[in-house]
């Protein structure tokens, strides 16, 4: 791996990202033209949004990997702005910045809060929305992603409608119709989606996403009940703000 340098009184700093809130906040960097931003995608979309800046696209190979890789780029700051359910991501970064000695910010958007009318089921995993959907619908909404689709695949009494930006893989429920798609999503396309499948049961994770949540509001309004996946806690002892302008005032006060 070769090193790419800093430029003389350029601070550099490394994003871990996929998000929306990712991609504004290297984009607000960049615009203020004071640091060296590179964005790391995970590389599970196949057909991500990129950000601005410089980009890179894979996993470090574990903790040592990112340690490895923040020393040889002279990485001065790192961002955790991975999805709020990037779990195994979140927990590496705080690992590695402690190694490598990099102050560390976790960017996590608010989780959804139910709004009156709202019929939530909270649970802590998919294992759970699994288990709690037989005595709550027939037919399925599912917009947990492609990656969980073996913990539902064993409800044959289920019809699913699963909705992912690409193609799901291995195991998965047996009675199911897949929709690639991508957010933003509009309150009345979620009205007619629910409606056009007959959705009685709406499963998610409470990713606090704006540009997923019209789903939430039209399944109040057709007295749907949610199966909803309570998010991971951060990982202990990392400073946390819930948005890019937060996170730039952070920047600023650590590297000047």
């Known amino acids: 791996m070769t090193a790419h340098p800093t430029a003389p009184g350029l601070r550099h700093v490394l994003i871990l990202g996929g998000t929306a809130e990712a991609r504004e906040l290297a984009a607000a960097l960049v615009a203020g033209g004071r640091v060296r931003v590179t964005s790391s995608l995970a590389g599970r979309v196949a057909a991500p949004r990129l950000p ?3 980009v890179r696209v894979g996993g470090f190979g574990g903790v040592e990997g990112l340690v490895r890789w923040a020393r040889e780029h002279g990485v001065d700051a790192l961002v955790d702005a991975t999805h709020p359910f990037a779990e195994v991501m979140s927990a590496n970064a705080a690992r590695a910045a402690a190694a490598a000695g990099v102050p560390l910010l976790a960017l996590r958007r608010p989780g959804w809060e139910p709004q009156p009318g709202d019929v939530w089921h909270r649970v802590a995993s998919l294992d759970g929305a699994a288990a ?3 005595a709550l619908g027939r037919r399925v909404f599912l917009t947990t992603g492609r990656m969980g689709l073996a913990r539902f695949a064993h409800l044959d009494g289920l019809w699913f409608l699963v909705r992912s930006v690409d193609a799901p893989e291995g195991p998965r429920p047996p009675r199911m119709k897949t929709l690639l798609d991508r957010g933003p ?3 009345e396309g979620e ?6 499948h007959r959705i009685d049961v709406l499963v998610t994770k ?3 996403a704006a540009a997923t949540a019209p789903k939430l509001t039209a399944a109040r309004e057709a007295g749907v009940p949610v199966v909803l996946v309570t998010r991971p806690p951060a990982p202990a002892g990392v400073a946390t703000v819930p948005g890019p302008a937060e996170a730039v005032a952070w920047l600023r006060d650590r590297l000047g």
């Open 185 to 187: 999503f509009t309150l």
């Open 206 to 208: 409470d990713s606090g």
């Open 191 to 196: 009205r007619a989606l629910l409606a056009a």
């Open 52 to 54: 601005v800046g410089e």
């Open 132 to 134: 709690a959907l037989p």
